[in-house]
């Protein structure tokens, strides 16, 4: 199956994330980061802008920038709704090519681990560097994967794929309408550090059904050593792992979730 990064934030996928617009868990820690650098910000796939419509709101200067159209048509409109005009891109990170350059970029909720593969992936942080002023901050999250089901010593032990489908989440469109979305894993490769998927949509207005549409996805798990390098080999300086949005060094107490904050030299072009 080729691999196409933005089907999974397209059509009614893009109706699924545009409903998550809780800003609870990541909100404080990237808005801290905002701050702190005192300048323009730029929220690298920022979808909906369930944090850059936020900052706006609160004064900070932010823009973003996202590879899906159909995520920053929702964008926009939830700003007018708003009465907010943010400046939207339309580019994936690997390509990051924008007139500006940013005083801190940041990208929320592990969408890093939508870039495959280490060359775009490494691509992606030089151009993250490359937009930002000297001395610039950088802060991104990721994920470990979870491999517990693979075991290649023992292919009885190995999972087959696809696997069946089940239930995901409903999201409450108002009225009648809602959306349910289920998902089945269709690949899991731990030497490659990537996971595919398949998420199944369902749009309803009471018992009718409106449409149905299926999206496919990957992830690529970036492990902490192999970000730190990556990092570093970006030009990156003051490069630090955090667990779970808190000050603490990523560890095994921590969920999964690291986060990278990094800096542009102060010398750096």
Not at 32 to 48: K, M, S, T, Y
Not at 121 to 142: C, I, M, S
């Amino acid at each position: 199956m080729a691999y196409d990064e933005i089907d999974l934030y397209s059509g009614l996928a893009a109706l699924h994330w545009s409903a998550y617009d809780d800003p609870a868990w990541d909100h404080d820690f990237y808005k801290r980061i905002v701050e702190q650098a005192d300048g323009l910000a730029l929220d690298v796939a920022c979808g909906a802008g369930r944090l850059l419509r936020r900052y706006l709101q609160a004064g900070l200067a932010v823009e973003g920038v996202d590879s899906s159209a159909d995520m920053l048509a929702v964008c926009r409109r939830k700003a007018e709704a708003d009465s907010l005009s943010p400046v939207l891109y339309c580019q994936p990170m690997q390509a990051l090519d924008l007139p500006k350059r940013y005083q801190s970029i940041y990208v929320p909720c592990g969408s890093f681990t939508c870039v495959i593969g280490q060359e775009n992936a490494l691509e992606a942080l030089r151009r993250f560097h490359r937009h930002l002023l000297p001395g610039g901050v950088l802060a991104f999250n990721t994920y470990y994967g979870d491999w517990e089901d693979f075991d290649y010593n023992d292919p009885a032990k190995e999972r087959l794929y696809p696997t069946d489908w089940r239930p995901h989440v409903v999201k409450e469109l108002g009225g009648q309408r809602r959306l349910v979305v289920e998902r089945r894993t269709t690949g899991v490769d731990p030497v490659e550090q990537v996971v595919n998927e398949q998420r199944r949509y369902r749009l309803y207005d009471g018992d009718a059904l409106l449409a149905e549409e299926v999206h496919a996805g990957q992830n690529h798990w970036y492990f902490k050593k192999e970000m730190l390098l990556m990092l570093r080999l970006a030009g990156f300086v003051d490069v630090q792992a955090k667990g779970d949005y808190t000050d603490e060094d990523f560890g095994p107490q921590h969920s999964g979730t690291i986060v990278f904050i990094c800096r542009k030299p102060d010398t750096a072009a």
